[in-house]
């Protein structure tokens, strides 16, 4: 199923579970004026063709204990395959760092790291990510206000 054959329906149901991941396949059907056994095979298929890579719950970070946010730019000093795989397997199994992104311009990577507050983020930038090799920079932003953070993609 490539993204080209994907039709109304398609575009219905992805759109609705970008929303809300727990509607049943009746609920989808209703909205979508859909038989329940066309949206159950419908959902089977782009889950098999990769459209829906997984379903989660989002939290509230705050509720959590992880009320501060920070966007962390690194500049590694060698760009061998070696290096970057490396940087990126080691910075994947940190929990605080929620996304890790490679990145074209003046930085390597960007990462989106969630701590409770500026000690544990300290904690985490000298004992976790300043220990990795081959790190030149590493600059960091505060987030003070969130003003739209959404998941779902416009299609």
């Given at each position: ?16 579970l ?48 992880k ?5 962390s ?8 395959a070696e ?73």
């Open positions: 199923m490539a993204a080209h054959n994907l039709d109304p329906t398609d575009l219905g149901i992805l759109k609705l970008q929303r809300d991941a727990s509607l049943t396949n009746k609920e989808i059907a209703g909205k979508l004026h859909k038989s329940i056994a066309t949206i159950h095979e419908r959902v089977r298929k782009l889950n098999e063709a990769g459209y829906i890579k997984r379903i989660v719950a989002i939290l509230d970070r705050k509720k959590i204990n009320g501060l946010l920070a966007f730019q690194v500049l590694l000093n060698d760009h061998t290096t970057l795989s490396g940087f990126e397997n080691e910075v994947s199994k940190f929990p605080e760092v929620m996304e890790c992104f490679q990145m074209t311009g003046t930085f390597d990577f960007i990462l989106r790291i969630a701590t409770s507050d500026m000690d544990a983020y300290h904690d985490f930038y000298r004992n976790k990510l300043a220990t990795l090799p081959n790190i030149t920079t590493v600059q960091s932003f505060f987030v003070l206000s969130e003003t739209k953070s959404d998941t779902a993609y416009p299609l």
